[in-house]
T-cell receptor, first 113, second 111 residues
């Protein structure tokens, strides 16, 4: 079946612009995660959705970052007023349960000029 | 102290070598542990779960030491294709039990 998909695969934007990154999880997966990975660094947790529970936003680095998950499926990560330090690969993952295997999408490479 | 700590490496080994990575975790209540593999410029993928009794999958052996709060990954008979970054992953027993990733250990296998 289809895996996790993300769009766009690459995004170049100017400092100060807003961007939206999209994640389509595997159908039926209740858990969805967003991470960010800077070049040569580990995964930085951003936000976690589990079913109908309130999302765990503890990893969002600032109030410029927000995410939604509509209908328990597709998720959108929005970064407002982008800064150069926001440049990274943004990875989405989904899993069938809270601590089940996470399946990652290919990521969106964001470059802020 | 970081929740999950790994030696970043790189570990440079010849083909056929045996190599071991350790990972320490800070939350003694953690229950689930995994090793993920990430190839250069690719997304992470599950390599294997780590069970209390230790487990083996072909050339790969994972072990858990709860008393010392570390997990290990042993790779025997290294192949060129094993070159990647190996991420240690621990379940965080709070905030909905989400997983916490280590920063990874880079392995380079040379001919």
């Amino acid at each position: 079946g289809a895996g996790v998909s993300q769009s766009p695969s690459n995004k170049v934007t100017e400092k100060g612009k807003d961007v939206e990154l999209r994640c389509d999880p595997i159908s039926g997966h209740t858990a969805l995660y967003w991470y960010r990975q800077s070049l040569g660094q580990g995964l930085e947790f951003l936000i976690y959705f589990q079913g109908n529970s309130a999302p765990d936003k503890s990893g969002l680095p600032s109030d410029r970052f927000s995410a939604e998950r509509t209908g328990g499926s597709v998720s959108t990560l929005t970064i407002q007023r982008t800064q150069q330090e926001d440049s990274a690969v943004y990875l989405c993952a989904s899993s069938a349960g809270r601590v089940d295997t996470q399946y990652f999408g290919p990521g969106t490479r964001l470059t802020v000029l | 102290r970081k929740e999950v700590e790994q030696d970043p490496g790189p570990f440079n080994v010849p083909e056929g070598a045996t190599v071991a990575f350790n990972c320490t975790y800070s939350n003694s209540a953690s229950q689930s542990f995994f090793w993920y593999r990430q190839d250069c410029r690719k997304e992470p993928k599950l390599l294997m779960s780590v069970y209390s009794s230790g487990n083996e999958d072909g050339r790969f052996t994972a072990q858990l030491n709860r008393a010392s709060q570390y997990i290990s990954l042993l790779i025997r008979d290294s192949k060129l294709s094993d070159s990647a970054t190996y991420l240690c992953v621990v379940e965080k027993k709070s905030s909905g039990d989400k997983l916490t990733f280590g920063t990874g250990t880079r392995l380079a296998v040379r001919p």
